[in-house]
């Protein structure tokens, strides 16, 4: 059974840092790609960051570039994404994903976690 669990969210003020954790089983990890995506109530699902677990490709979203890092520890099938200088704007249900193909977009993913919530206040 595939299995994506998050962890690491809370209540943060504004400046402050979280690091997520996403704990995967159930699938060869090093042979795929995982993103991190948000979402906010009332807004559409958006990519964060990905990394390509084959080339260790990265990528991140304009918005969270030079405060956000994404690293795997393929030793413990776990991904994190650093926070740093978080912001009231990145609120938001958190979620890793895996898929075949790193990339920004949801639609490309196969495996998904049930999220952890991420709360910056201002």
């Known amino acids: 059974e595939v299995q994506l669990v998050e962890s690491g969210g809370g209540l943060v003020q504004a400046g402050g840092s979280l690091r997520l954790s996403c704990a995967a089983s159930g699938f060869t990890f090093d042979d795929y790609a995982i993103g991190w995506f948000r979402q906010a109530p009332g807004k559409e699902r958006e990519g964060v960051s990905y990394i390509h677990n084959l080339n260790r490709r990265t990528g991140y979203a304009d918005s969270v570039k030079g405060r956000f890092t994404i690293s795997t520890d393929n030793a413990k099938n776990t991904a994190y994404l650093q926070m740093n200088s978080l912001k009231p704007e990145d609120t938001g249900l958190y979620y890793c994903?895996?898929?075949?193909?790193?990339?920004?977009?949801?639609?490309?993913?196969?495996?998904w976690g049930q999220g952890t919530q991420v709360t910056v206040s201002s």
């Open positions: 994903a895996a898929g075949a193909i790193a990339t920004l977009h949801p639609a490309l993913y196969r495996y």
